[in-house]
C-alpha cells in the first residue's frame, strides 16, 4: 500500500511525486541535495531542465553555447518568442524561465561551449551529468570526463522520429565507447538539418533521461536501466539492446585503457557546423575577454549591431555573426569552415 503519512510543509509541491514509493520523502530529499549538470539546453536539454527543476533537484547547472532562433520554438519547451525577441542566449533564457517555475532550486546558467578546456571545472562538484548535446564529439568529451572523475551521466540522441538513450556508470555499465569506439565520421550521419526533427521523440528521450538521472541522484542503482533503448515514435517500435556482453568484454580503451583523448584535446576540432542550420561556430586558440562595448564601436560602421551582457550581433551582407565575451563566435549563413575563418578575421580579428 502506497504511503499516507503527512507530506512535510517544506515539500508539499513534490506531494505526488512523493508519494511514488521509490522515491518516498528520503528520495525527495536527496533530490534536494543534487547537483546535477546539464549539457547543452536545446530541444533534450530544455525538456530536461524543466522535468528535473520541477521534480526539485537542488542546484541544477545548464552550460549551452547557443542563442535562440525562432525555428527552435517548436521542440525547445522552454523558451517563447518574448525569448527569441530578447536575444537571449539559451543558457540565460532558461534559468529565467526555470527561476519562475522553482525558486527553491539552484539554477547556474553557463554560455559556454563545454571543451577540453573547461569540462573538468564545469564537472565539479555535480554528481550526474545529462547529455543535452546534438554531436557525438562533445558526448565522448562527456564520457571521458565521466570516466576520469566517476561522474555517471545519461546519453541522449534524436533524429527525426528515432531517438536513443543510454544510462553509463563508471564502472558498474558499458560506457559510450564501448559501444562506439570512434564517434560517426562527418557527413557519415543524417542531422536535425537534413532529416528533421519530431518534437514528440525529444520529449520521450529526454524523459526517459530525466527518469534514469533521479534514480542515479536518489542512489538507486538496481532501477537504472543497463540498455539501449531505441525508440521509433513513427513506426511505432522500441527496441532494448542489452550492453552487458559490452561492459564484460573489457577492452574499451577508456574503461579498460584509461584513455581520454576528447578531454586531453588529443582528439576534437576548434570549429564545428551547427546543427539545424547554415552555421559555423568558431574557437579562439586561447580563451579572451572581449569588452562587446567596445566591439560594438569598432564595428558600427560595418553593418547592423545589437549587444547585450551575453552577446553581441553582427548583421553584415549575407551573414549574422553572434560573439560571445570570451571570443567564441557563431557565424551564420555559411556551413564552410574556411569561410567562417575568414568572416572571423575579418571582423573579429585574430
Not at 143 to 148: E, G, H, L, M, P
Not at 180 to 193: A, F, R
Not at 230 to 243: A, C, Y
Not at 303 to 319: K, P, S
Request: some cysteine; aromatic content about 6%.
Amino acid at each position: 500500500m502506497p504511503d499516507e503519512s503527512p507530506i512535510p510543509s517544506e515539500l508539499q509541491r513534490y506531494a505526488r511525486q512523493m508519494r511514488y514509493a521509490p522515491i518516498g520523502e528520503t528520495g525527495q530529499r536527496r533530490l534536494a541535495e543534487g547537483r546535477l549538470l546539464i549539457i547543452g539546453c536545446g530541444a533534450l536539454g530544455s525538456v530536461l531542465a524543466n522535468t528535473l527543476v520541477r521534480a526539485g533537484v537542488g542546484h541544477v547547472r545548464i552550460v549551452d553555447r547557443d542563442y535562440l532562433e525562432l525555428n527552435n520554438l517548436q521542440r525547445q519547451v522552454l523558451y517563447d518568442e518574448q525569448d527569441v525577441a530578447d536575444a537571449l542566449p539559451k543558457a540565460a533564457a532558461a534559468a529565467r524561465k526555470l527561476q519562475r517555475i522553482n525558486s527553491e532550486v539552484t539554477i547556474e546558467p553557463v554560455v559556454k561551449d563545454f571543451d577540453n578546456k573547461n569540462a573538468l571545472s564545469l564537472c565539479e562538484g555535480v554528481h550526474v551529468i545529462v547529455d543535452g548535446t546534438d554531436n557525438f564529439e562533445t558526448r565522448f568529451l562527456i564520457n571521458d570526463v565521466s570516466a576520469q572523475l566517476s561522474i555517471p551521466w545519461v546519453y541522449g540522441g534524436c533524429i527525426g522520429a528515432e531517438g536513443q538513450s543510454m544510462t553509463i556508470v563508471p564502472g558498474k555499465t558499458a560506457c559510450l565507447r564501448c559501444l562506439m569506439v570512434e564517434p560517426p565520421p562527418p557527413g557519415s550521419s543524417p542531422t536535425c538539418d537534413t532529416a528533421g526533427i519530431l518534437g514528440g521523440i525529444v520529449n520521450v528521450i529526454a524523459s526517459i533521461q530525466a527518469t534514469e538521472a533521479i534514480k542515479l541522484l536518489i542512489g538507486d542503482h538496481d532501477a537504472i536501466s543497463r540498455n539501449l533503448s531505441v525508440i521509433d515514435l513513427w513506426e511505432n517500435q522500441l527496441r532494448q539492446v542489452k550492453l552487458d556482453s559490452l561492459q564484460e568484454s573489457s577492452d574499451c580503451p577508456t574503461c579498460s585503457g584509461r584513455e581520454f583523448p576528447w578531454l586531453s584535446g588529443e582528439r576534437g576540432t576548434h570549429t564545428s557546423v551547427l546543427c539545424g542550420r547554415s552555421a559555423v561556430q568558431i574557437y579562439p586558440p586561447e580563451a579572451v575577454d572581449l569588452v562587446l562595448e567596445n566591439l560594438a564601436a569598432k564595428l558600427a560602421g560595418v553593418g547592423d549591431v545589437a549587444f547585450n551582457e551575453f552577446m553581441l550581433r553582427l548583421n553584415v551582407d549575407d551573414y549574422q555573426l553572434t560573439v560571445f565575451p570570451d571570443g567564441r563566435a557563431i557565424i551564420s549563413g555559411t556551413d564552410e569552415i574556411a569561410e567562417a575563418k575568414s568572416l572571423y578575421a575579418r571582423y573579429i580579428g585574430n
